[in-house]
């Protein structure tokens, strides 16, 4: 079993920048077993993939999502970080972090997503962005 937990969300004003984390634990975590992907859901809208990391930290985003979205893994090799730069009001929703034990990209982290087969979310964190 594997949890993961979101932290860092907040108001930032359009133009700002916010860091989210996301911690994983579990008696089988290991960052070498498990791919962390974010993923956003804004209001009204459908849960949509952002970005996500691998075990050898290789990481991929979805097309939408590149050049304002950085994912990274922490000195701590259990966290993983989403920065939002220059943020602009669209990017307003929650943000969840999940666990997948057999993706690689978020692509596949989408897909199982929607097949209902990612293995572990978190309870998201809120970011809201004023224009």
């Known amino acids: 079993q594997v949890q993961v937990v979101e932290s860092g969300g907040g108001s930032v004003q359009a133009g700002g920048s916010l860091r989210l984390a996301c911690v994983a634990s579990?008696?089988?975590?290991?960052?070498?077993?498990?791919?962390i992907g974010w993923f956003r859901q804004a209001p009204g809208k459908e849960r949509e993939g952002v970005a996500a990391?691998?075990?050898?930290?290789?990481?991929s985003y979805a097309d939408s999502m590149k050049g304002r979205f950085t994912i990274s893994r922490g000195n701590a090799q259990n966290t993983v970080y989403l920065q939002i730069n220059n943020a602009q009001p669209e990017d307003t929703g929650m943000y969840y972090c999940?666990?997948?034990?057999?993706?690689?990209?978020?692509?596949?982290?989408?897909?199982?997503?929607?097949?209902?087969?990612?293995?572990?979310w978190g309870q998201g964190t809120l970011v809201t962005v004023s224009s």
């Open positions: 990391i691998e075990t050898d930290d290789t990481t």
């Open positions: 579990g008696p089988t975590y290991s960052h070498s077993n498990w791919c």
């Open positions: 999940a666990a997948d034990r057999f993706a690689r990209t978020i692509a596949t982290m989408s897909r199982h997503l929607r097949e209902n087969a990612l293995d572990a």
